[in-house]
């Protein structure tokens, strides 16, 4: 599914860290920075999870939440956020359906074979759940502040 910005989010309710649960409806009043991501404790996912909440403080004055999304367990979600100190939730998709309702479930190459894999993406939700922005093939570097600067377009 090819998502476009103007049109609503798909819902979701997935289980979460901390033994909770997610729903896109939770993020009705405010924004939700959705971001999906290949693995728990790889270097560019750390990398990004650790950016996103050194910035937690930032997003939360402008509204806006922060939820990042994988096939990974719910307990492997709390030691990673554990061993990291981390300040943003992390939901997981185990069957894989929100992330390919989201558009983030692709056929990657590497070393010339092709397999199945979750793309690096960024959704801005806004109130209503109308999609604001997004970014595909994410780059770690500097993405958080990107993603802030947007952020800051829709809130001023």
């Not at 920075?33 to 930032?58: H, M, Q, W």
Request: hydrophobic share 35%; net charge positive.
């Amino acid at each position: 599914m090819e998502l476009k910005v103007g049109q609503k989010a798909p819902n979701f309710v997935l289980p979460a860290n901390n033994d909770t649960e997610i729903s896109l409806r939770d993020y009705k009043k405010q924004f939700l920075v959705l971001y999906f991501y290949p693995k728990d404790s790889t270097p560019g996912c750390t990398k990004e999870a650790i950016d996103f909440s050194e910035n937690i403080e930032e997003f939360t004055k402008l509204k806006a939440a922060i939820v990042g999304i994988s096939k990974d367990t719910p307990s492997k979600h709390d030691k990673f956020i554990e061993k990291n100190a981390l300040k943003v939730s992390l939901a997981s998709d185990l069957d894989g359906k929100v992330i390919e309702n989201y558009g983030a479930w692709i056929e990657k190459n590497m070393y010339g074979k092709k397999y199945m894999g979750i793309e690096r993406l960024t959704v801005l939700i806004g109130p209503e759940n109308k999609i604001l922005q997004i970014w595909r093939k994410v780059r770690v570097k500097d993405h958080a502040n990107n993603v802030l600067k947007e952020l800051k377009k829709h809130t001023s």
